[in-house]
Every structure is written in structure tokens, then in C-alpha cells.
């Protein structure tokens, strides 16, 4: 009687531990098909200038969403960023448009131009691409 019951309470001890465990263990497999539409969705935006903004919000979420499902560590998109960075190539390329993205979120009166847009969304693509999210299309890197 008292062997089963050690076994009980030692199984539901593991039990309860692979529960709260299991989200940092088990990483969910990406559905690229549903990512590398949402990408090619916040692409159409850069044919009217006053989408450009939206196109770069829409990839800092996008990202943000991948790193979620990746389950990199963090509250905040910078804390996941921190938790990825030795997954990414381009760390500093991520973090200027991870920073870009913050700027215009939170300024009126912040620009942008066709050379930043560019700039930005390409780093945004190269950390999908680096977290095995989106494809890399060789010779279209817009």
C-alpha cells in the first residue's frame, strides 16, 4: 500500500512538472505556408507610400508572433530578441528595425522613406529566414 502510494505521489510530481515544464521543452513546428502568406500580405503595402508604416508594423508583429511560437524566453519583443540572438545572423539588423518599428509606433511626426522601408523590412526578412520561418527567394530580397 505504501509503495503504490510513493508511486503516486512521485508520478503525479512528474506529471505536474511536465505540465509546467512542457511549453519551454516542446517547440511547435512553424506552418510556413500561413507565415510566408502574412509576409507576402504586408509586401502589397509598399505599393502606396502611406501604407509603408503598417508594412513595417506588420513585420515587427510578424516576428514578434514567430518568436512566440518559437517560444524564445521574454515578456517583451526585446526580451524574445535577446533570448534568439544566437539564432540570428544579423542581431543588429533586427534590433535597428525592431527599434525603427518602436520609433514610428510611437511618434506623429515620425518619416519614412522608401530607402528606410527597404532597409528595414529586409532585416525583418533575414530574421525570418534565420528562424526557419520564411524561405529565402534568391534574387528577390524586397
Avoid at 513585420?59 to 540572438?85: I, P
Avoid at 509606433?105 to 515620425?110: A, H, L, V
Wanted: charged share 30%.
Amino acid at each position: 500500500m505504501y509503495f503504490f502510494t510513493g508511486f503516486l505521489i512521485i508520478f503525479v510530481i512528474i506529471c505536474v512538472f511536465f505540465l509546467f515544464f512542457r511549453k519551454k521543452i516542446i517547440r511547435k513546428p512553424l506552418n510556413k505556408r500561413s507565415i510566408t502568406k502574412k509576409w507576402k500580405n504586408l509586401m502589397k503595402h509598399l505599393v502606396e507610400k502611406d501604407k509603408w508604416a503598417q508594412a513595417i508594423l506588420d513585420a515587427d508583429s510578424l516576428v514578434d508572433e514567430v518568436l512566440k511560437k518559437k517560444r524564445y524566453g521574454g515578456k517583451t519583443m526585446g526580451e524574445r530578441l535577446v533570448s534568439a540572438q544566437k539564432d540570428l545572423k544579423k542581431n543588429d539588423g533586427i534590433w535597428f528595425a525592431h527599434r525603427f518599428s518602436n520609433k514610428l509606433s510611437t511618434s506623429k511626426s515620425f518619416t519614412v522613406d522608401k530607402k528606410d522601408v527597404v532597409k528595414v523590412l529586409n532585416n525583418y526578412k533575414d530574421a525570418l529566414v534565420d528562424l526557419d520561418a520564411l524561405t529565402q527567394n534568391k534574387g528577390n530580397k524586397k
